[in-house]
Every structure is written in C-alpha cells, then in structure tokens.
C-alpha cells in the first residue's frame, strides 16, 4: 500500500501564497506519477496539476496556469504545490494523488487515473 499525507494548508488572504506538501510512503516504488487535485465548497472534486517520475513534465489546468507550480523531491518521496497569487475561487480541500503509471505525452488528469490519495488539506482564500 501507499499512504499520502498533505500537510501545509491553512487561511490566507487574496494574493498570498501558500505551498503544499504531499509525503508518501508505504510502497513508494508505486509513487511514479504524482498529482494535486482540489474539491471546492459544494463542487465535484477537480484536476488542478500533475508531475511525472522525473519532474521534467508537468501539467497544469488553465484556472492555476501561472499561479501554481508543482514540483518533488524523489528521495523524500514528496510532491509539493507552490500556490501565488491565491484568489477566494481556489479555496478548497486540496488532495494529493499518486500512481503508478507513468506518462509524458498525455497528462493524467482523470480521477481514476490515480490509484493513491490523501486525506486532504483545507486551502482558504478570504477577499
């Protein structure tokens, strides 16, 4: 098994930053492709960016293109989510993802394209 735990979430104001951390551990030779996606208020749970085994893709979804970096560190297992220039509309509950699966032309951004998840961390943007 895999476990992902988020950490870094937390009250911010429009225009802050905030960055996220995903560690994972457990069998972490499945941790190949990682991902971020993010559930707002009352909304279905959305794609938000997604790095490969070597961090040299990335893929993001265009309401966070410019704003949001996605980045890891392999040898700790961990993805991380750099978030600038917060608006109100990013607050949610933000998960982390991995699975197996490898890619570099085709960017997993379907739920059932990670097999790992995390329990979330609160994002809160206040205006």
């Known amino acids: 098994q895999v476990q992902l735990v988020e950490s870094g979430g937390g009250l911010v104001q429009t225009g802050g930053s905030l960055r996220l951390s995903c560690a994972g551990s457990?069998?972490?030779?499945?941790?190949?492709?990682m991902g971020w996606f993010r559930q707002p208020p009352g909304k279905e749970r959305e794609f938000v960016a997604t790095i490969n085994l070597r961090g040299d893709s990335t893929y993001y979804a265009d309401s966070v293109k410019g704003r949001f970096t996605i980045s890891r560190d392999n040898a700790k297992n961990t993805v991380y989510l750099q978030m600038n220039s917060l608006k109100p509309e990013d607050t949610a509950v933000y998960y982390c993802?991995?699975?197996?699966?490898?890619?570099?032309?085709?960017?997993?951004?379907?739920?059932?394209?990670?097999?790992?998840w995390g329990q979330g961390t609160q994002v809160t943007v206040s205006s």
């Open positions: 457990g069998r972490t030779f499945a941790i190949v492709t």
């Open positions: 993802a991995a699975d197996a699966s490898s890619w570099y032309h085709s960017p997993p951004i379907r739920l059932d394209d990670y097999d790992y």
